[in-house]
């Protein structure tokens, strides 16, 4: 079972003089500040079991779409996660996330293609979605598939840990009235085995919500807006209610998009990868 405790360690010194102070100012900084969430610890046939059900979320479980750059986008989609690589001198409203999935695979001692040698930095290579696909057969193309497939642990691992970090931003961005549901939130589906692959999933595939680009008409649809819409209390029906809560966030998305993006395109699709955090 995966928890997500926490601890505080408090500061002895202040205890030896001015006792009482210390003793205000410490419980006083406690009610205050959210508690920090402890390292998720997963065994490594459930972080496979992530990765592999992730892969077939963003790739149908295919290798060919471990290398994709969808219609309508300016970046590749790469990886389990379709982690977004941008070209060089493009940035949009979504965060880049390849490069720290690159950094952080290569810091596990895995060896990078030839392609990725240049730092964890550097920008896409291929600056359309018609070069990229022009680029399909070539020999830097195949060796960063191979590349992909062989590290699906590590970028399921990279998955997690993103995880990790997300509760703290989430604090930090949450309106104080607010923080305690969202950790209350966090750590209900953090205790199950479905609740967890739910988290793990949906902060990859809608992010943390906590950036202000990734929003349309001032509302976000990441993993933050839909914990602030769950208030129950039950381990039970945790991911029952998470699911129904993304679904309306994601409906709200597309029903705030703007038109010549054709959001509703991709809702079915969405709908139908919540519904999975259910039955896994």
Known sequence: MDKCGSSRKQPHWLFRRHYPLALLF????????????????????????IGKKIWQNECNGTVSGLTAWNQGEDFASLGIGH????????????????PKVVSFIS?????????????????????????FFRAQHTVEMNQL????VDTI???AEFLIAR????????????APADRANVQQQFERLARTSHGCYALVDYVNFK?????????????????????ESMHGTSDADAVDEFVKAARSTLTRRVHNAPAERHESRWLTGWLRRVNSYSGI
């Open 83 to 98: 982690f977004i690589w941008y070209p060089k001198g493009r940035r949009g409203p979504f965060e880049e996330s390849f």
């Open 107 to 131: 810091k596990r001692g895995a060896k990078l293609p030839t392609i990725l040698l240049h730092g964890a930095e550097q920008p896409c290579p291929w600056n359309s979605r018609a070069e």
């Open 145 to 148: 598939r191979q590349f992909l």
């Open 153 to 155: 642990d590590l970028q």
């Open 163 to 174: 995880l990790e970090g997300a509760l703290p931003k989430m604090l930090a961005e949450a």
């Open 26 to 49: 410490i419980s006083w900084t406690i009610a205050l500040w959210p508690r920090p969430s402890s390292a998720i610890t997963l065994a490594h046939a459930d972080v496979q079991r």
């Open 207 to 227: 992010g943390e919500g906590v950036l202000h680009t990734e929003r349309y008409q001032g509302q976000g649809w990441g993993l933050l807006q839909v914990l």
